[in-house]
């Protein structure tokens, strides 16, 4: 496949930037009309291009047309939807209520500012997603945005900078292409906030960039998202919704289901479910079917061929077919390791592989949740309530779905982020308006009741300091 991707030139950097310093202090970005018009544009780019960018998708990921329309599509049309129809709202500075008497006659406001220039660096497994609803939320507040998408979905880069200018103002958004280079010389800028979405190893290079210039970060990372088969599951049910959550975009999702904490009364029938599941969404021979997606890049084939090479051939429940020239990995279910298996349970797997350890008191799956980093999400498959806020009150992670996958994220109600070694801060409806906005305070002091006020001037005789 020859690379689309024109990186951008290094020299470019510093002089991008500034012009959105100077295109943020122009004031233009802060009208309400110009930031609802650019939502709307946003909206348009990616309805009238709906076909180049499920081509563009499927080029890099083979993403059934389908994942594309709901996963990258319309997740952003609806978050820009959301914030014309409450843009007034949310910008409306906010009328606190007093709490000293000393104050009565003041007015207090806390007024929702843009923070100014905003850098969003996206991730490969939803580049339209994980670049685009970001900037939705930075647009709405009032900022100027430099977008870098990720260079690993090429032809989902190439698409965004060639659309991006055609659709939303020229002076207040601009795309920075490349990689390690590039984006160390963009992360040697000064910004208002950064928006990072990838792995934790390059989140602690982005928060010792942001370090130097005391700019605030988002943090959106991984990890490995831990899901609990109590006993009493809807069997069928949560074999759907968990074949579903762990293969759609072929694993390669930041809150897929990692790993499966099973009961060991219900492995077998846990097994025999998602195998049928399997069959029937991605037929007997998934390479062949139009549902199933790729391995991004070869060198991310090669480690979860490795992954799947050291497991004991024994182990492998369902699948384990690989094919090198295609990027393919059948979706692959593996049992009879262990909590500590070196292989699987060490890193994040981001592909079809799952694998299902057994636990016999529920105690059991919480130590091994607690045992490791805080996941960024989390899945409790029960009809007991009580059961699902047993485990919520014993352990953390970003977010949590009862009784199905992924689903969480969708709901623009729910902030979206991770804790600790999964990420900090988090978007999605309001909340990524709030992300890139900063609430400033104001205070209009009254100046017709100056007695009232000399009790706090100098000199500090003991009568005014009444304890
Ligand atoms: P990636 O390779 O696309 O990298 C992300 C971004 O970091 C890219 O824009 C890339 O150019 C930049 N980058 C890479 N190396 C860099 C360096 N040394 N210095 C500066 N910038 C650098 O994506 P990835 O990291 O492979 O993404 C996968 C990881 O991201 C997984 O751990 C996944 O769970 C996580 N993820 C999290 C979310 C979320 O919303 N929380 C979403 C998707 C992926």
Request: hydrophobic share 40%; glycine share 6%.
């Amino acid at each position: 496949m020859t690379d689309p991707l024109k990186f951008s030139n290094i020299e470019d950097i510093i002089p991008t930037v500034q012009a959105l310093r100077n295109t943020f202090d122009t004031g233009v970005t802060k009208s309400l009309d110009f930031r609802k018009k650019q939502l709307q544009q946003l909206i348009n780019l990616l309805i009238e291009n709906t076909d180049a960018v499920v081509e563009s998708l499927h080029k890099d990921l083979r993403k059934p047309k389908i994942e594309t329309v709901i996963g990258e599509i319309s997740a952003v049309v609806d978050e820009c939807q959301f914030m014309i129809k409450n843009l007034n709202k949310f910008t409306k500075p906010e009328r606190p209520s007093k709490r000293f008497l000393m104050n009565a006659t003041d007015k207090t406001l806390i007024r929702k500012e843009p923070k100014g220039v905003v850098l969003i660096i996206g991730a490969w497994n939803y580049p339209i997603n994980l670049l685009l609803l970001p900037f939705v939320g930075a647009i709405a507040a009032g900022n100027t945005v430099l977008l870098k998408p990720s260079e690993v979905s090429a032809h989902t880069a190439a698409l965004v900078t060639e659309l991006l200018p055609k659709y939303l103002d020229q002076s207040a958004y601009k795309v920075i292409n490349g990689g390690v280079h590039e984006t160390t010389a963009v992360l040697e800028q000064r910004y208002d906030h950064i928006f990072y979405t990838g792995n934790g190893a390059v989140g602690r290079i982005v928060m010792t960039a942001a370090a130097k210039h005391l700019c605030p970060v988002t943090l959106e990372l991984g990890g490995k998202s831990p899901t609990v088969v109590c006993p009493d599951a809807d069997m069928d049910i949560t074999a759907s919704r968990l074949v579903w959550g762990k293969f759609f975009n072929n694993g390669q999702t930041c809150v897929a289901p990692d790993y499966v904490l099973v009961h060991k009364s219900i492995l077998q029938p846990l097994v025999g479910a998602i195998r049928t599941k399997i069959e029937k969404y991605y037929g007997n021979k998934p390479q062949a079917s139009q549902s199933y997606g790729r391995i991004v890049t070869d060198r991310h084939f090669d480690r979860l061929n490795g992954m799947i090479e050291r497991i004991d051939k024994s182990n492998i429940a369902i699948g384990g077919e690989t094919d090198a020239n295609d990027r393919f990995i059948s979706p692959t279910i593996v049992t009879g390791i262990t909590k500590d298996d070196a292989n699987l349970m060490a890193e994040e797997i981001f592909g079809p592989i799952l694998p299902i350890i057994v636990y016999e008191e529920l105690h059991e799956a919480v130590d091994i949740i607690n045992s490791r980093d805080y996941p960024l999400a989390m899945y409790i498959f029960t009809k007991s309530e009580k059961t699902a806020n047993w485990i919520m009150d014993r352990t953390q992670s970003g977010g949590v779905c009862i009784n199905d996958t992924l689903m969480h994220l969708q709901e623009l109600s729910l902030p979206f982020g991770g804790v600790g070694p999964s990420g900090q801060g988090n978007y999605h409806g309001e909340r990524s308006f709030t992300t890139f906005t900063h609430e400033r305070s104001a205070m209009f002091k009254d100046t017709s009741a100056e007695k009232v006020n000399e009790v706090r001037y100098a000199p500090y005789t003991e009568d005014k300091y009444k304890v």
